[in-house]
């Protein structure tokens, strides 16, 4: 048998981290299986589907890296074939047609309440409804059973067993001749061959019903893992208020997709006390057995030293080919100066995110008109001339534009003028970079051309130059 499994989210919004999450473990299952992964976007509910949030499902799979090897399918292209199964169920006996108006239903339901019951639909319509004309508007219930329990084995949560009495006949086509979600992801996981379906716990209410429509339609019934859902910081279920809703705001605040998807696994699975897996790792050792069922709560502090890790230690190529959106985002022209993977190896140690790295490394494509000026005020005073235009001459000097070259220079000038580097450096710094904190400074300049570091330089000495003079 080979597995197959699929993530089917609604496009009535983003993909959020709980559905990545759910998406990422459907993934990995199918891949430690060498199986096949199948995306499928579920748009019955054609009031709330929106185009948008397609696409920013797509794009944030697409981000993420989880390639499907059928589909995207959708289900708003197959209502001819959920239709020929339902008049399949009504032939047999196993729908029915209900007549009955929205108000009976309401009031039925305020009745139930009242009483203390389950609401449910109490079966008016079940045996007989003949005396209807053909053209009155009607839904299509399933005819659940009436005797017995639907007992299933789940991956996450073991043996889950619902008595058949506590469900009632579902409807499964609406008057306007729409099939409904439940009947919908049947057929659809029938026809795709899913074996294994792994969703969030809000749909175990849903599986019993989805069981008992597989087995009268003589449909194999695969096997089920429920995952928990995913708390907020606070122990609240995730929500806007706990930041990104999108997984695509993750990218939008600089963080990489490898962080994201080491985070996502953690939350709910685990091997050992490991907290740093590479993708093939993931794939190696991933077991829907493993999964936890507990809640898991979201830890942005966690994420970001993972992400923090990542920009270290991944390639810096690979880097770089992400941090190419954050100079776009923020406008610098990067085309013309030092090679992004280059910016990646020395700035990684200081920057959480590639946002910072991106506008940390600013002054490395553009020109600064002004200094900061808390920093211009401590470090470019009057006694930095002298050291700012020995380093500065050490500089033009120097045939080797690399950062030992560079370096050596530095340390030249601050022993021939019996100074501290702190003294040398500082002003240095702020002059070079217009700000007072860089990585090393002789690894800054090294990335500048010469004639770049010359002219901040000479508009440092005007600047002190002028304060002195003030």
Same mark, same amino acid.
Request: charged share 25%; glycine share 8%; proline share 4%.
């Given at each position: 048998?080979?597995?197959?499994?699929?993530?089917?989210?609604?496009?009535?919004?983003?993909?959020?981290?709980?559905?990545?999450?759910?998406?990422?473990?459907?993934?990995?299952?199918? $891949?430690?299986?060498?199986?096949?992964?199948?995306?499928? *976007?579920?748009?019955?509910?054609?009031?709330?589907?929106?185009?948008?949030?397609?696409?920013?499902?797509?794009?944030?799979?697409?981000?993420?890296?989880?390639?499907? =090897?059928?589909?995207?399918?959708?289900?708003?292209? #197959?209502?001819?074939?959920? /239709?020929?199964?339902?008049?399949?169920?009504?032939?047999?006996?196993?729908?029915?047609?209900?007549?009955?108006?929205?108000?009976?239903?309401?009031?039925? $339901?305020?009745?139930?309440?009242?009483?203390?019951?389950?609401?449910?639909?109490?079966?008016?319509?079940?045996?007989? /409804?003949?005396?209807?004309?053909?053209?009155?508007?009607?839904?299509?219930?399933?005819?659940?059973?009436?005797?017995?329990?639907?007992?299933?084995?789940?991956?996450?949560?073991?043996?889950?067993?619902?008595?058949? $009495?506590?469900?009632?006949?579902?409807? *499964?086509?609406?008057?306007?001749?729409?099939?409904?979600? /439940?009947?919908?992801?049947?057929?659809? =996981?029938?026809?795709?061959?899913?074996?294994?379906? &792994? #969703?969030?716990?809000?749909?175990?209410?849903?599986?019993?019903?989805? *069981?008992?429509?597989?087995?009268?339609?003589?449909?194999?019934?695969?096997?089920?893992?429920?995952?928990?859902?995913?708390?907020?910081?606070?122990?609240?279920?995730?929500?806007?208020?706990?930041?990104?809703?999108? &997984?695509?705001?993750?990218?939008?605040?600089?963080?990489?997709?490898? +962080?994201?998807?080491?985070?996502?696994?953690?939350?709910?699975?685990?091997?050992?006390?490991?907290?740093?897996?590479? %993708?093939?790792?993931? !794939?190696?050792?991933?077991?829907?057995? +493993? *999964?936890?069922?507990?809640?898991?709560?979201?830890?942005?502090?966690? %994420?970001?030293?993972?992400?923090?890790?990542? !920009?270290?230690?991944?390639?810096?190529?690979?880097?770089?080919?992400?941090?190419?959106?954050?100079?776009?985002?923020?406008?610098? &022209?990067?085309?013309?100066?030092?090679?992004?993977?280059?910016?990646?190896?020395?700035?990684?140690?200081?920057? /959480?995110? %590639?946002?910072?790295?991106?506008?940390?490394?600013?002054?490395?494509?553009?020109?600064?008109?002004?200094?900061?000026?808390?920093?211009?005020?401590?470090?470019?005073?009057?006694?930095?001339?002298?050291?700012?235009?020995?380093?500065?001459?050490?500089?033009?000097?120097? +045939?080797?534009?690399?950062?030992?070259?560079?370096?050596?220079?530095?340390?030249?000038?601050?022993?021939?003028?019996?100074?501290?580097?702190?003294?040398?450096?500082?002003?240095?710094?702020?002059?070079?970079?217009?700000?007072?904190?860089?990585?090393?400074?002789?690894?800054?300049?090294?990335? %500048?051309?010469?004639?770049?570091?010359?002219?901040?330089?000479?508009? +440092?000495?005007?600047?002190?130059?002028?304060?002195?003079?003030?």
């Amino acid at each position: 048998m080979t597995v197959k499994t699929r993530f089917a989210p609604s496009p009535t919004g983003f993909l959020h981290v709980g559905g990545a999450r759910t998406a990422l473990y459907s993934w990995l299952y199918a $891949r430690h299986q060498q199986g096949e992964f199948v995306l499928r *976007i579920e748009d019955t509910d054609l009031e709330r589907s929106t185009q948008e949030a397609i696409d920013a499902i797509l794009e944030g799979m697409n981000w993420l890296g989880l390639s499907w =090897d059928e589909g995207p399918y959708y289900q708003t292209r #197959r209502f001819d074939r959920y /239709n020929a199964l339902i008049d399949q169920l009504l032939a047999e006996g196993k729908a029915y047609k209900c007549y009955c108006s929205k108000e009976r239903l309401e009031a039925l $339901r305020e009745q139930q309440m009242a009483a203390g019951e389950k609401p449910r639909y109490d079966g008016t319509c079940r045996h007989g /409804n003949t005396e209807h004309a053909t053209d009155v508007p009607c839904v299509v219930r399933f005819k659940n059973p009436e005797e017995g329990s639907v007992v299933f084995d789940d991956h996450v949560r073991g043996r889950i067993e619902i008595a058949n $009495r506590e469900l009632d006949d579902l409807i *499964i086509r609406r008057t306007d001749g729409a099939p409904t979600y /439940n009947f919908c992801v049947v057929v659809d =996981d029938w026809d795709m061959e899913i074996t294994h379906v &792994v #969703r969030g716990e809000d749909h175990i209410n849903n599986t019993p019903r989805q *069981i008992n429509i597989y087995r009268a339609l003589g449909a194999p019934v695969p096997e089920f893992a429920h995952v928990s859902m995913i708390l907020g910081d606070d122990g609240a279920k995730l929500s806007k208020r706990h930041g990104a809703v999108s &997984v695509m705001q993750y990218r939008d605040d600089g963080y990489l997709p490898q +962080a994201l998807l080491n985070y996502l696994v953690r939350l709910g699975w685990s091997n050992g006390d490991q907290e740093i897996f590479s %993708l093939e790792e993931m !794939i190696e050792l991933f077991s829907l057995d +493993a *999964i936890s069922k507990s809640a898991s709560a979201f830890n942005t502090d966690k %994420l970001l030293w993972l992400n923090q890790h990542y !920009i270290k230690t991944l390639p810096a190529d690979e880097v770089a080919g992400h941090l190419v959106w954050h100079m776009n985002e923020q406008g610098i &022209v990067f085309e013309q100066g030092p090679s992004l993977a280059e910016v990646v190896t020395l700035y990684a140690e200081r920057c /959480n995110t %590639l946002k910072e790295l991106a506008a940390q490394s600013r002054y490395l494509f553009e020109d600064f008109a002004e200094f900061e000026a808390a920093a211009a005020k401590k470090h470019l005073r009057p006694v930095a001339g002298e050291p700012l235009a020995l380093v500065r001459a050490k500089l033009a000097e120097l +045939a080797d534009w690399q950062a030992p070259a560079i370096h050596e220079a530095i340390n030249a000038a601050a022993a021939e003028l019996e100074l501290g580097m702190g003294k040398v450096g500082m002003p240095l710094r702020v002059a070079v970079t217009g700000v007072g904190q860089s990585p090393a400074i002789d690894g800054v300049i090294a990335l %500048l051309s010469k004639e770049r570091v010359l002219a901040r330089i000479d508009m +440092a000495l005007a600047f002190i130059a002028e304060r002195a003079q003030g």
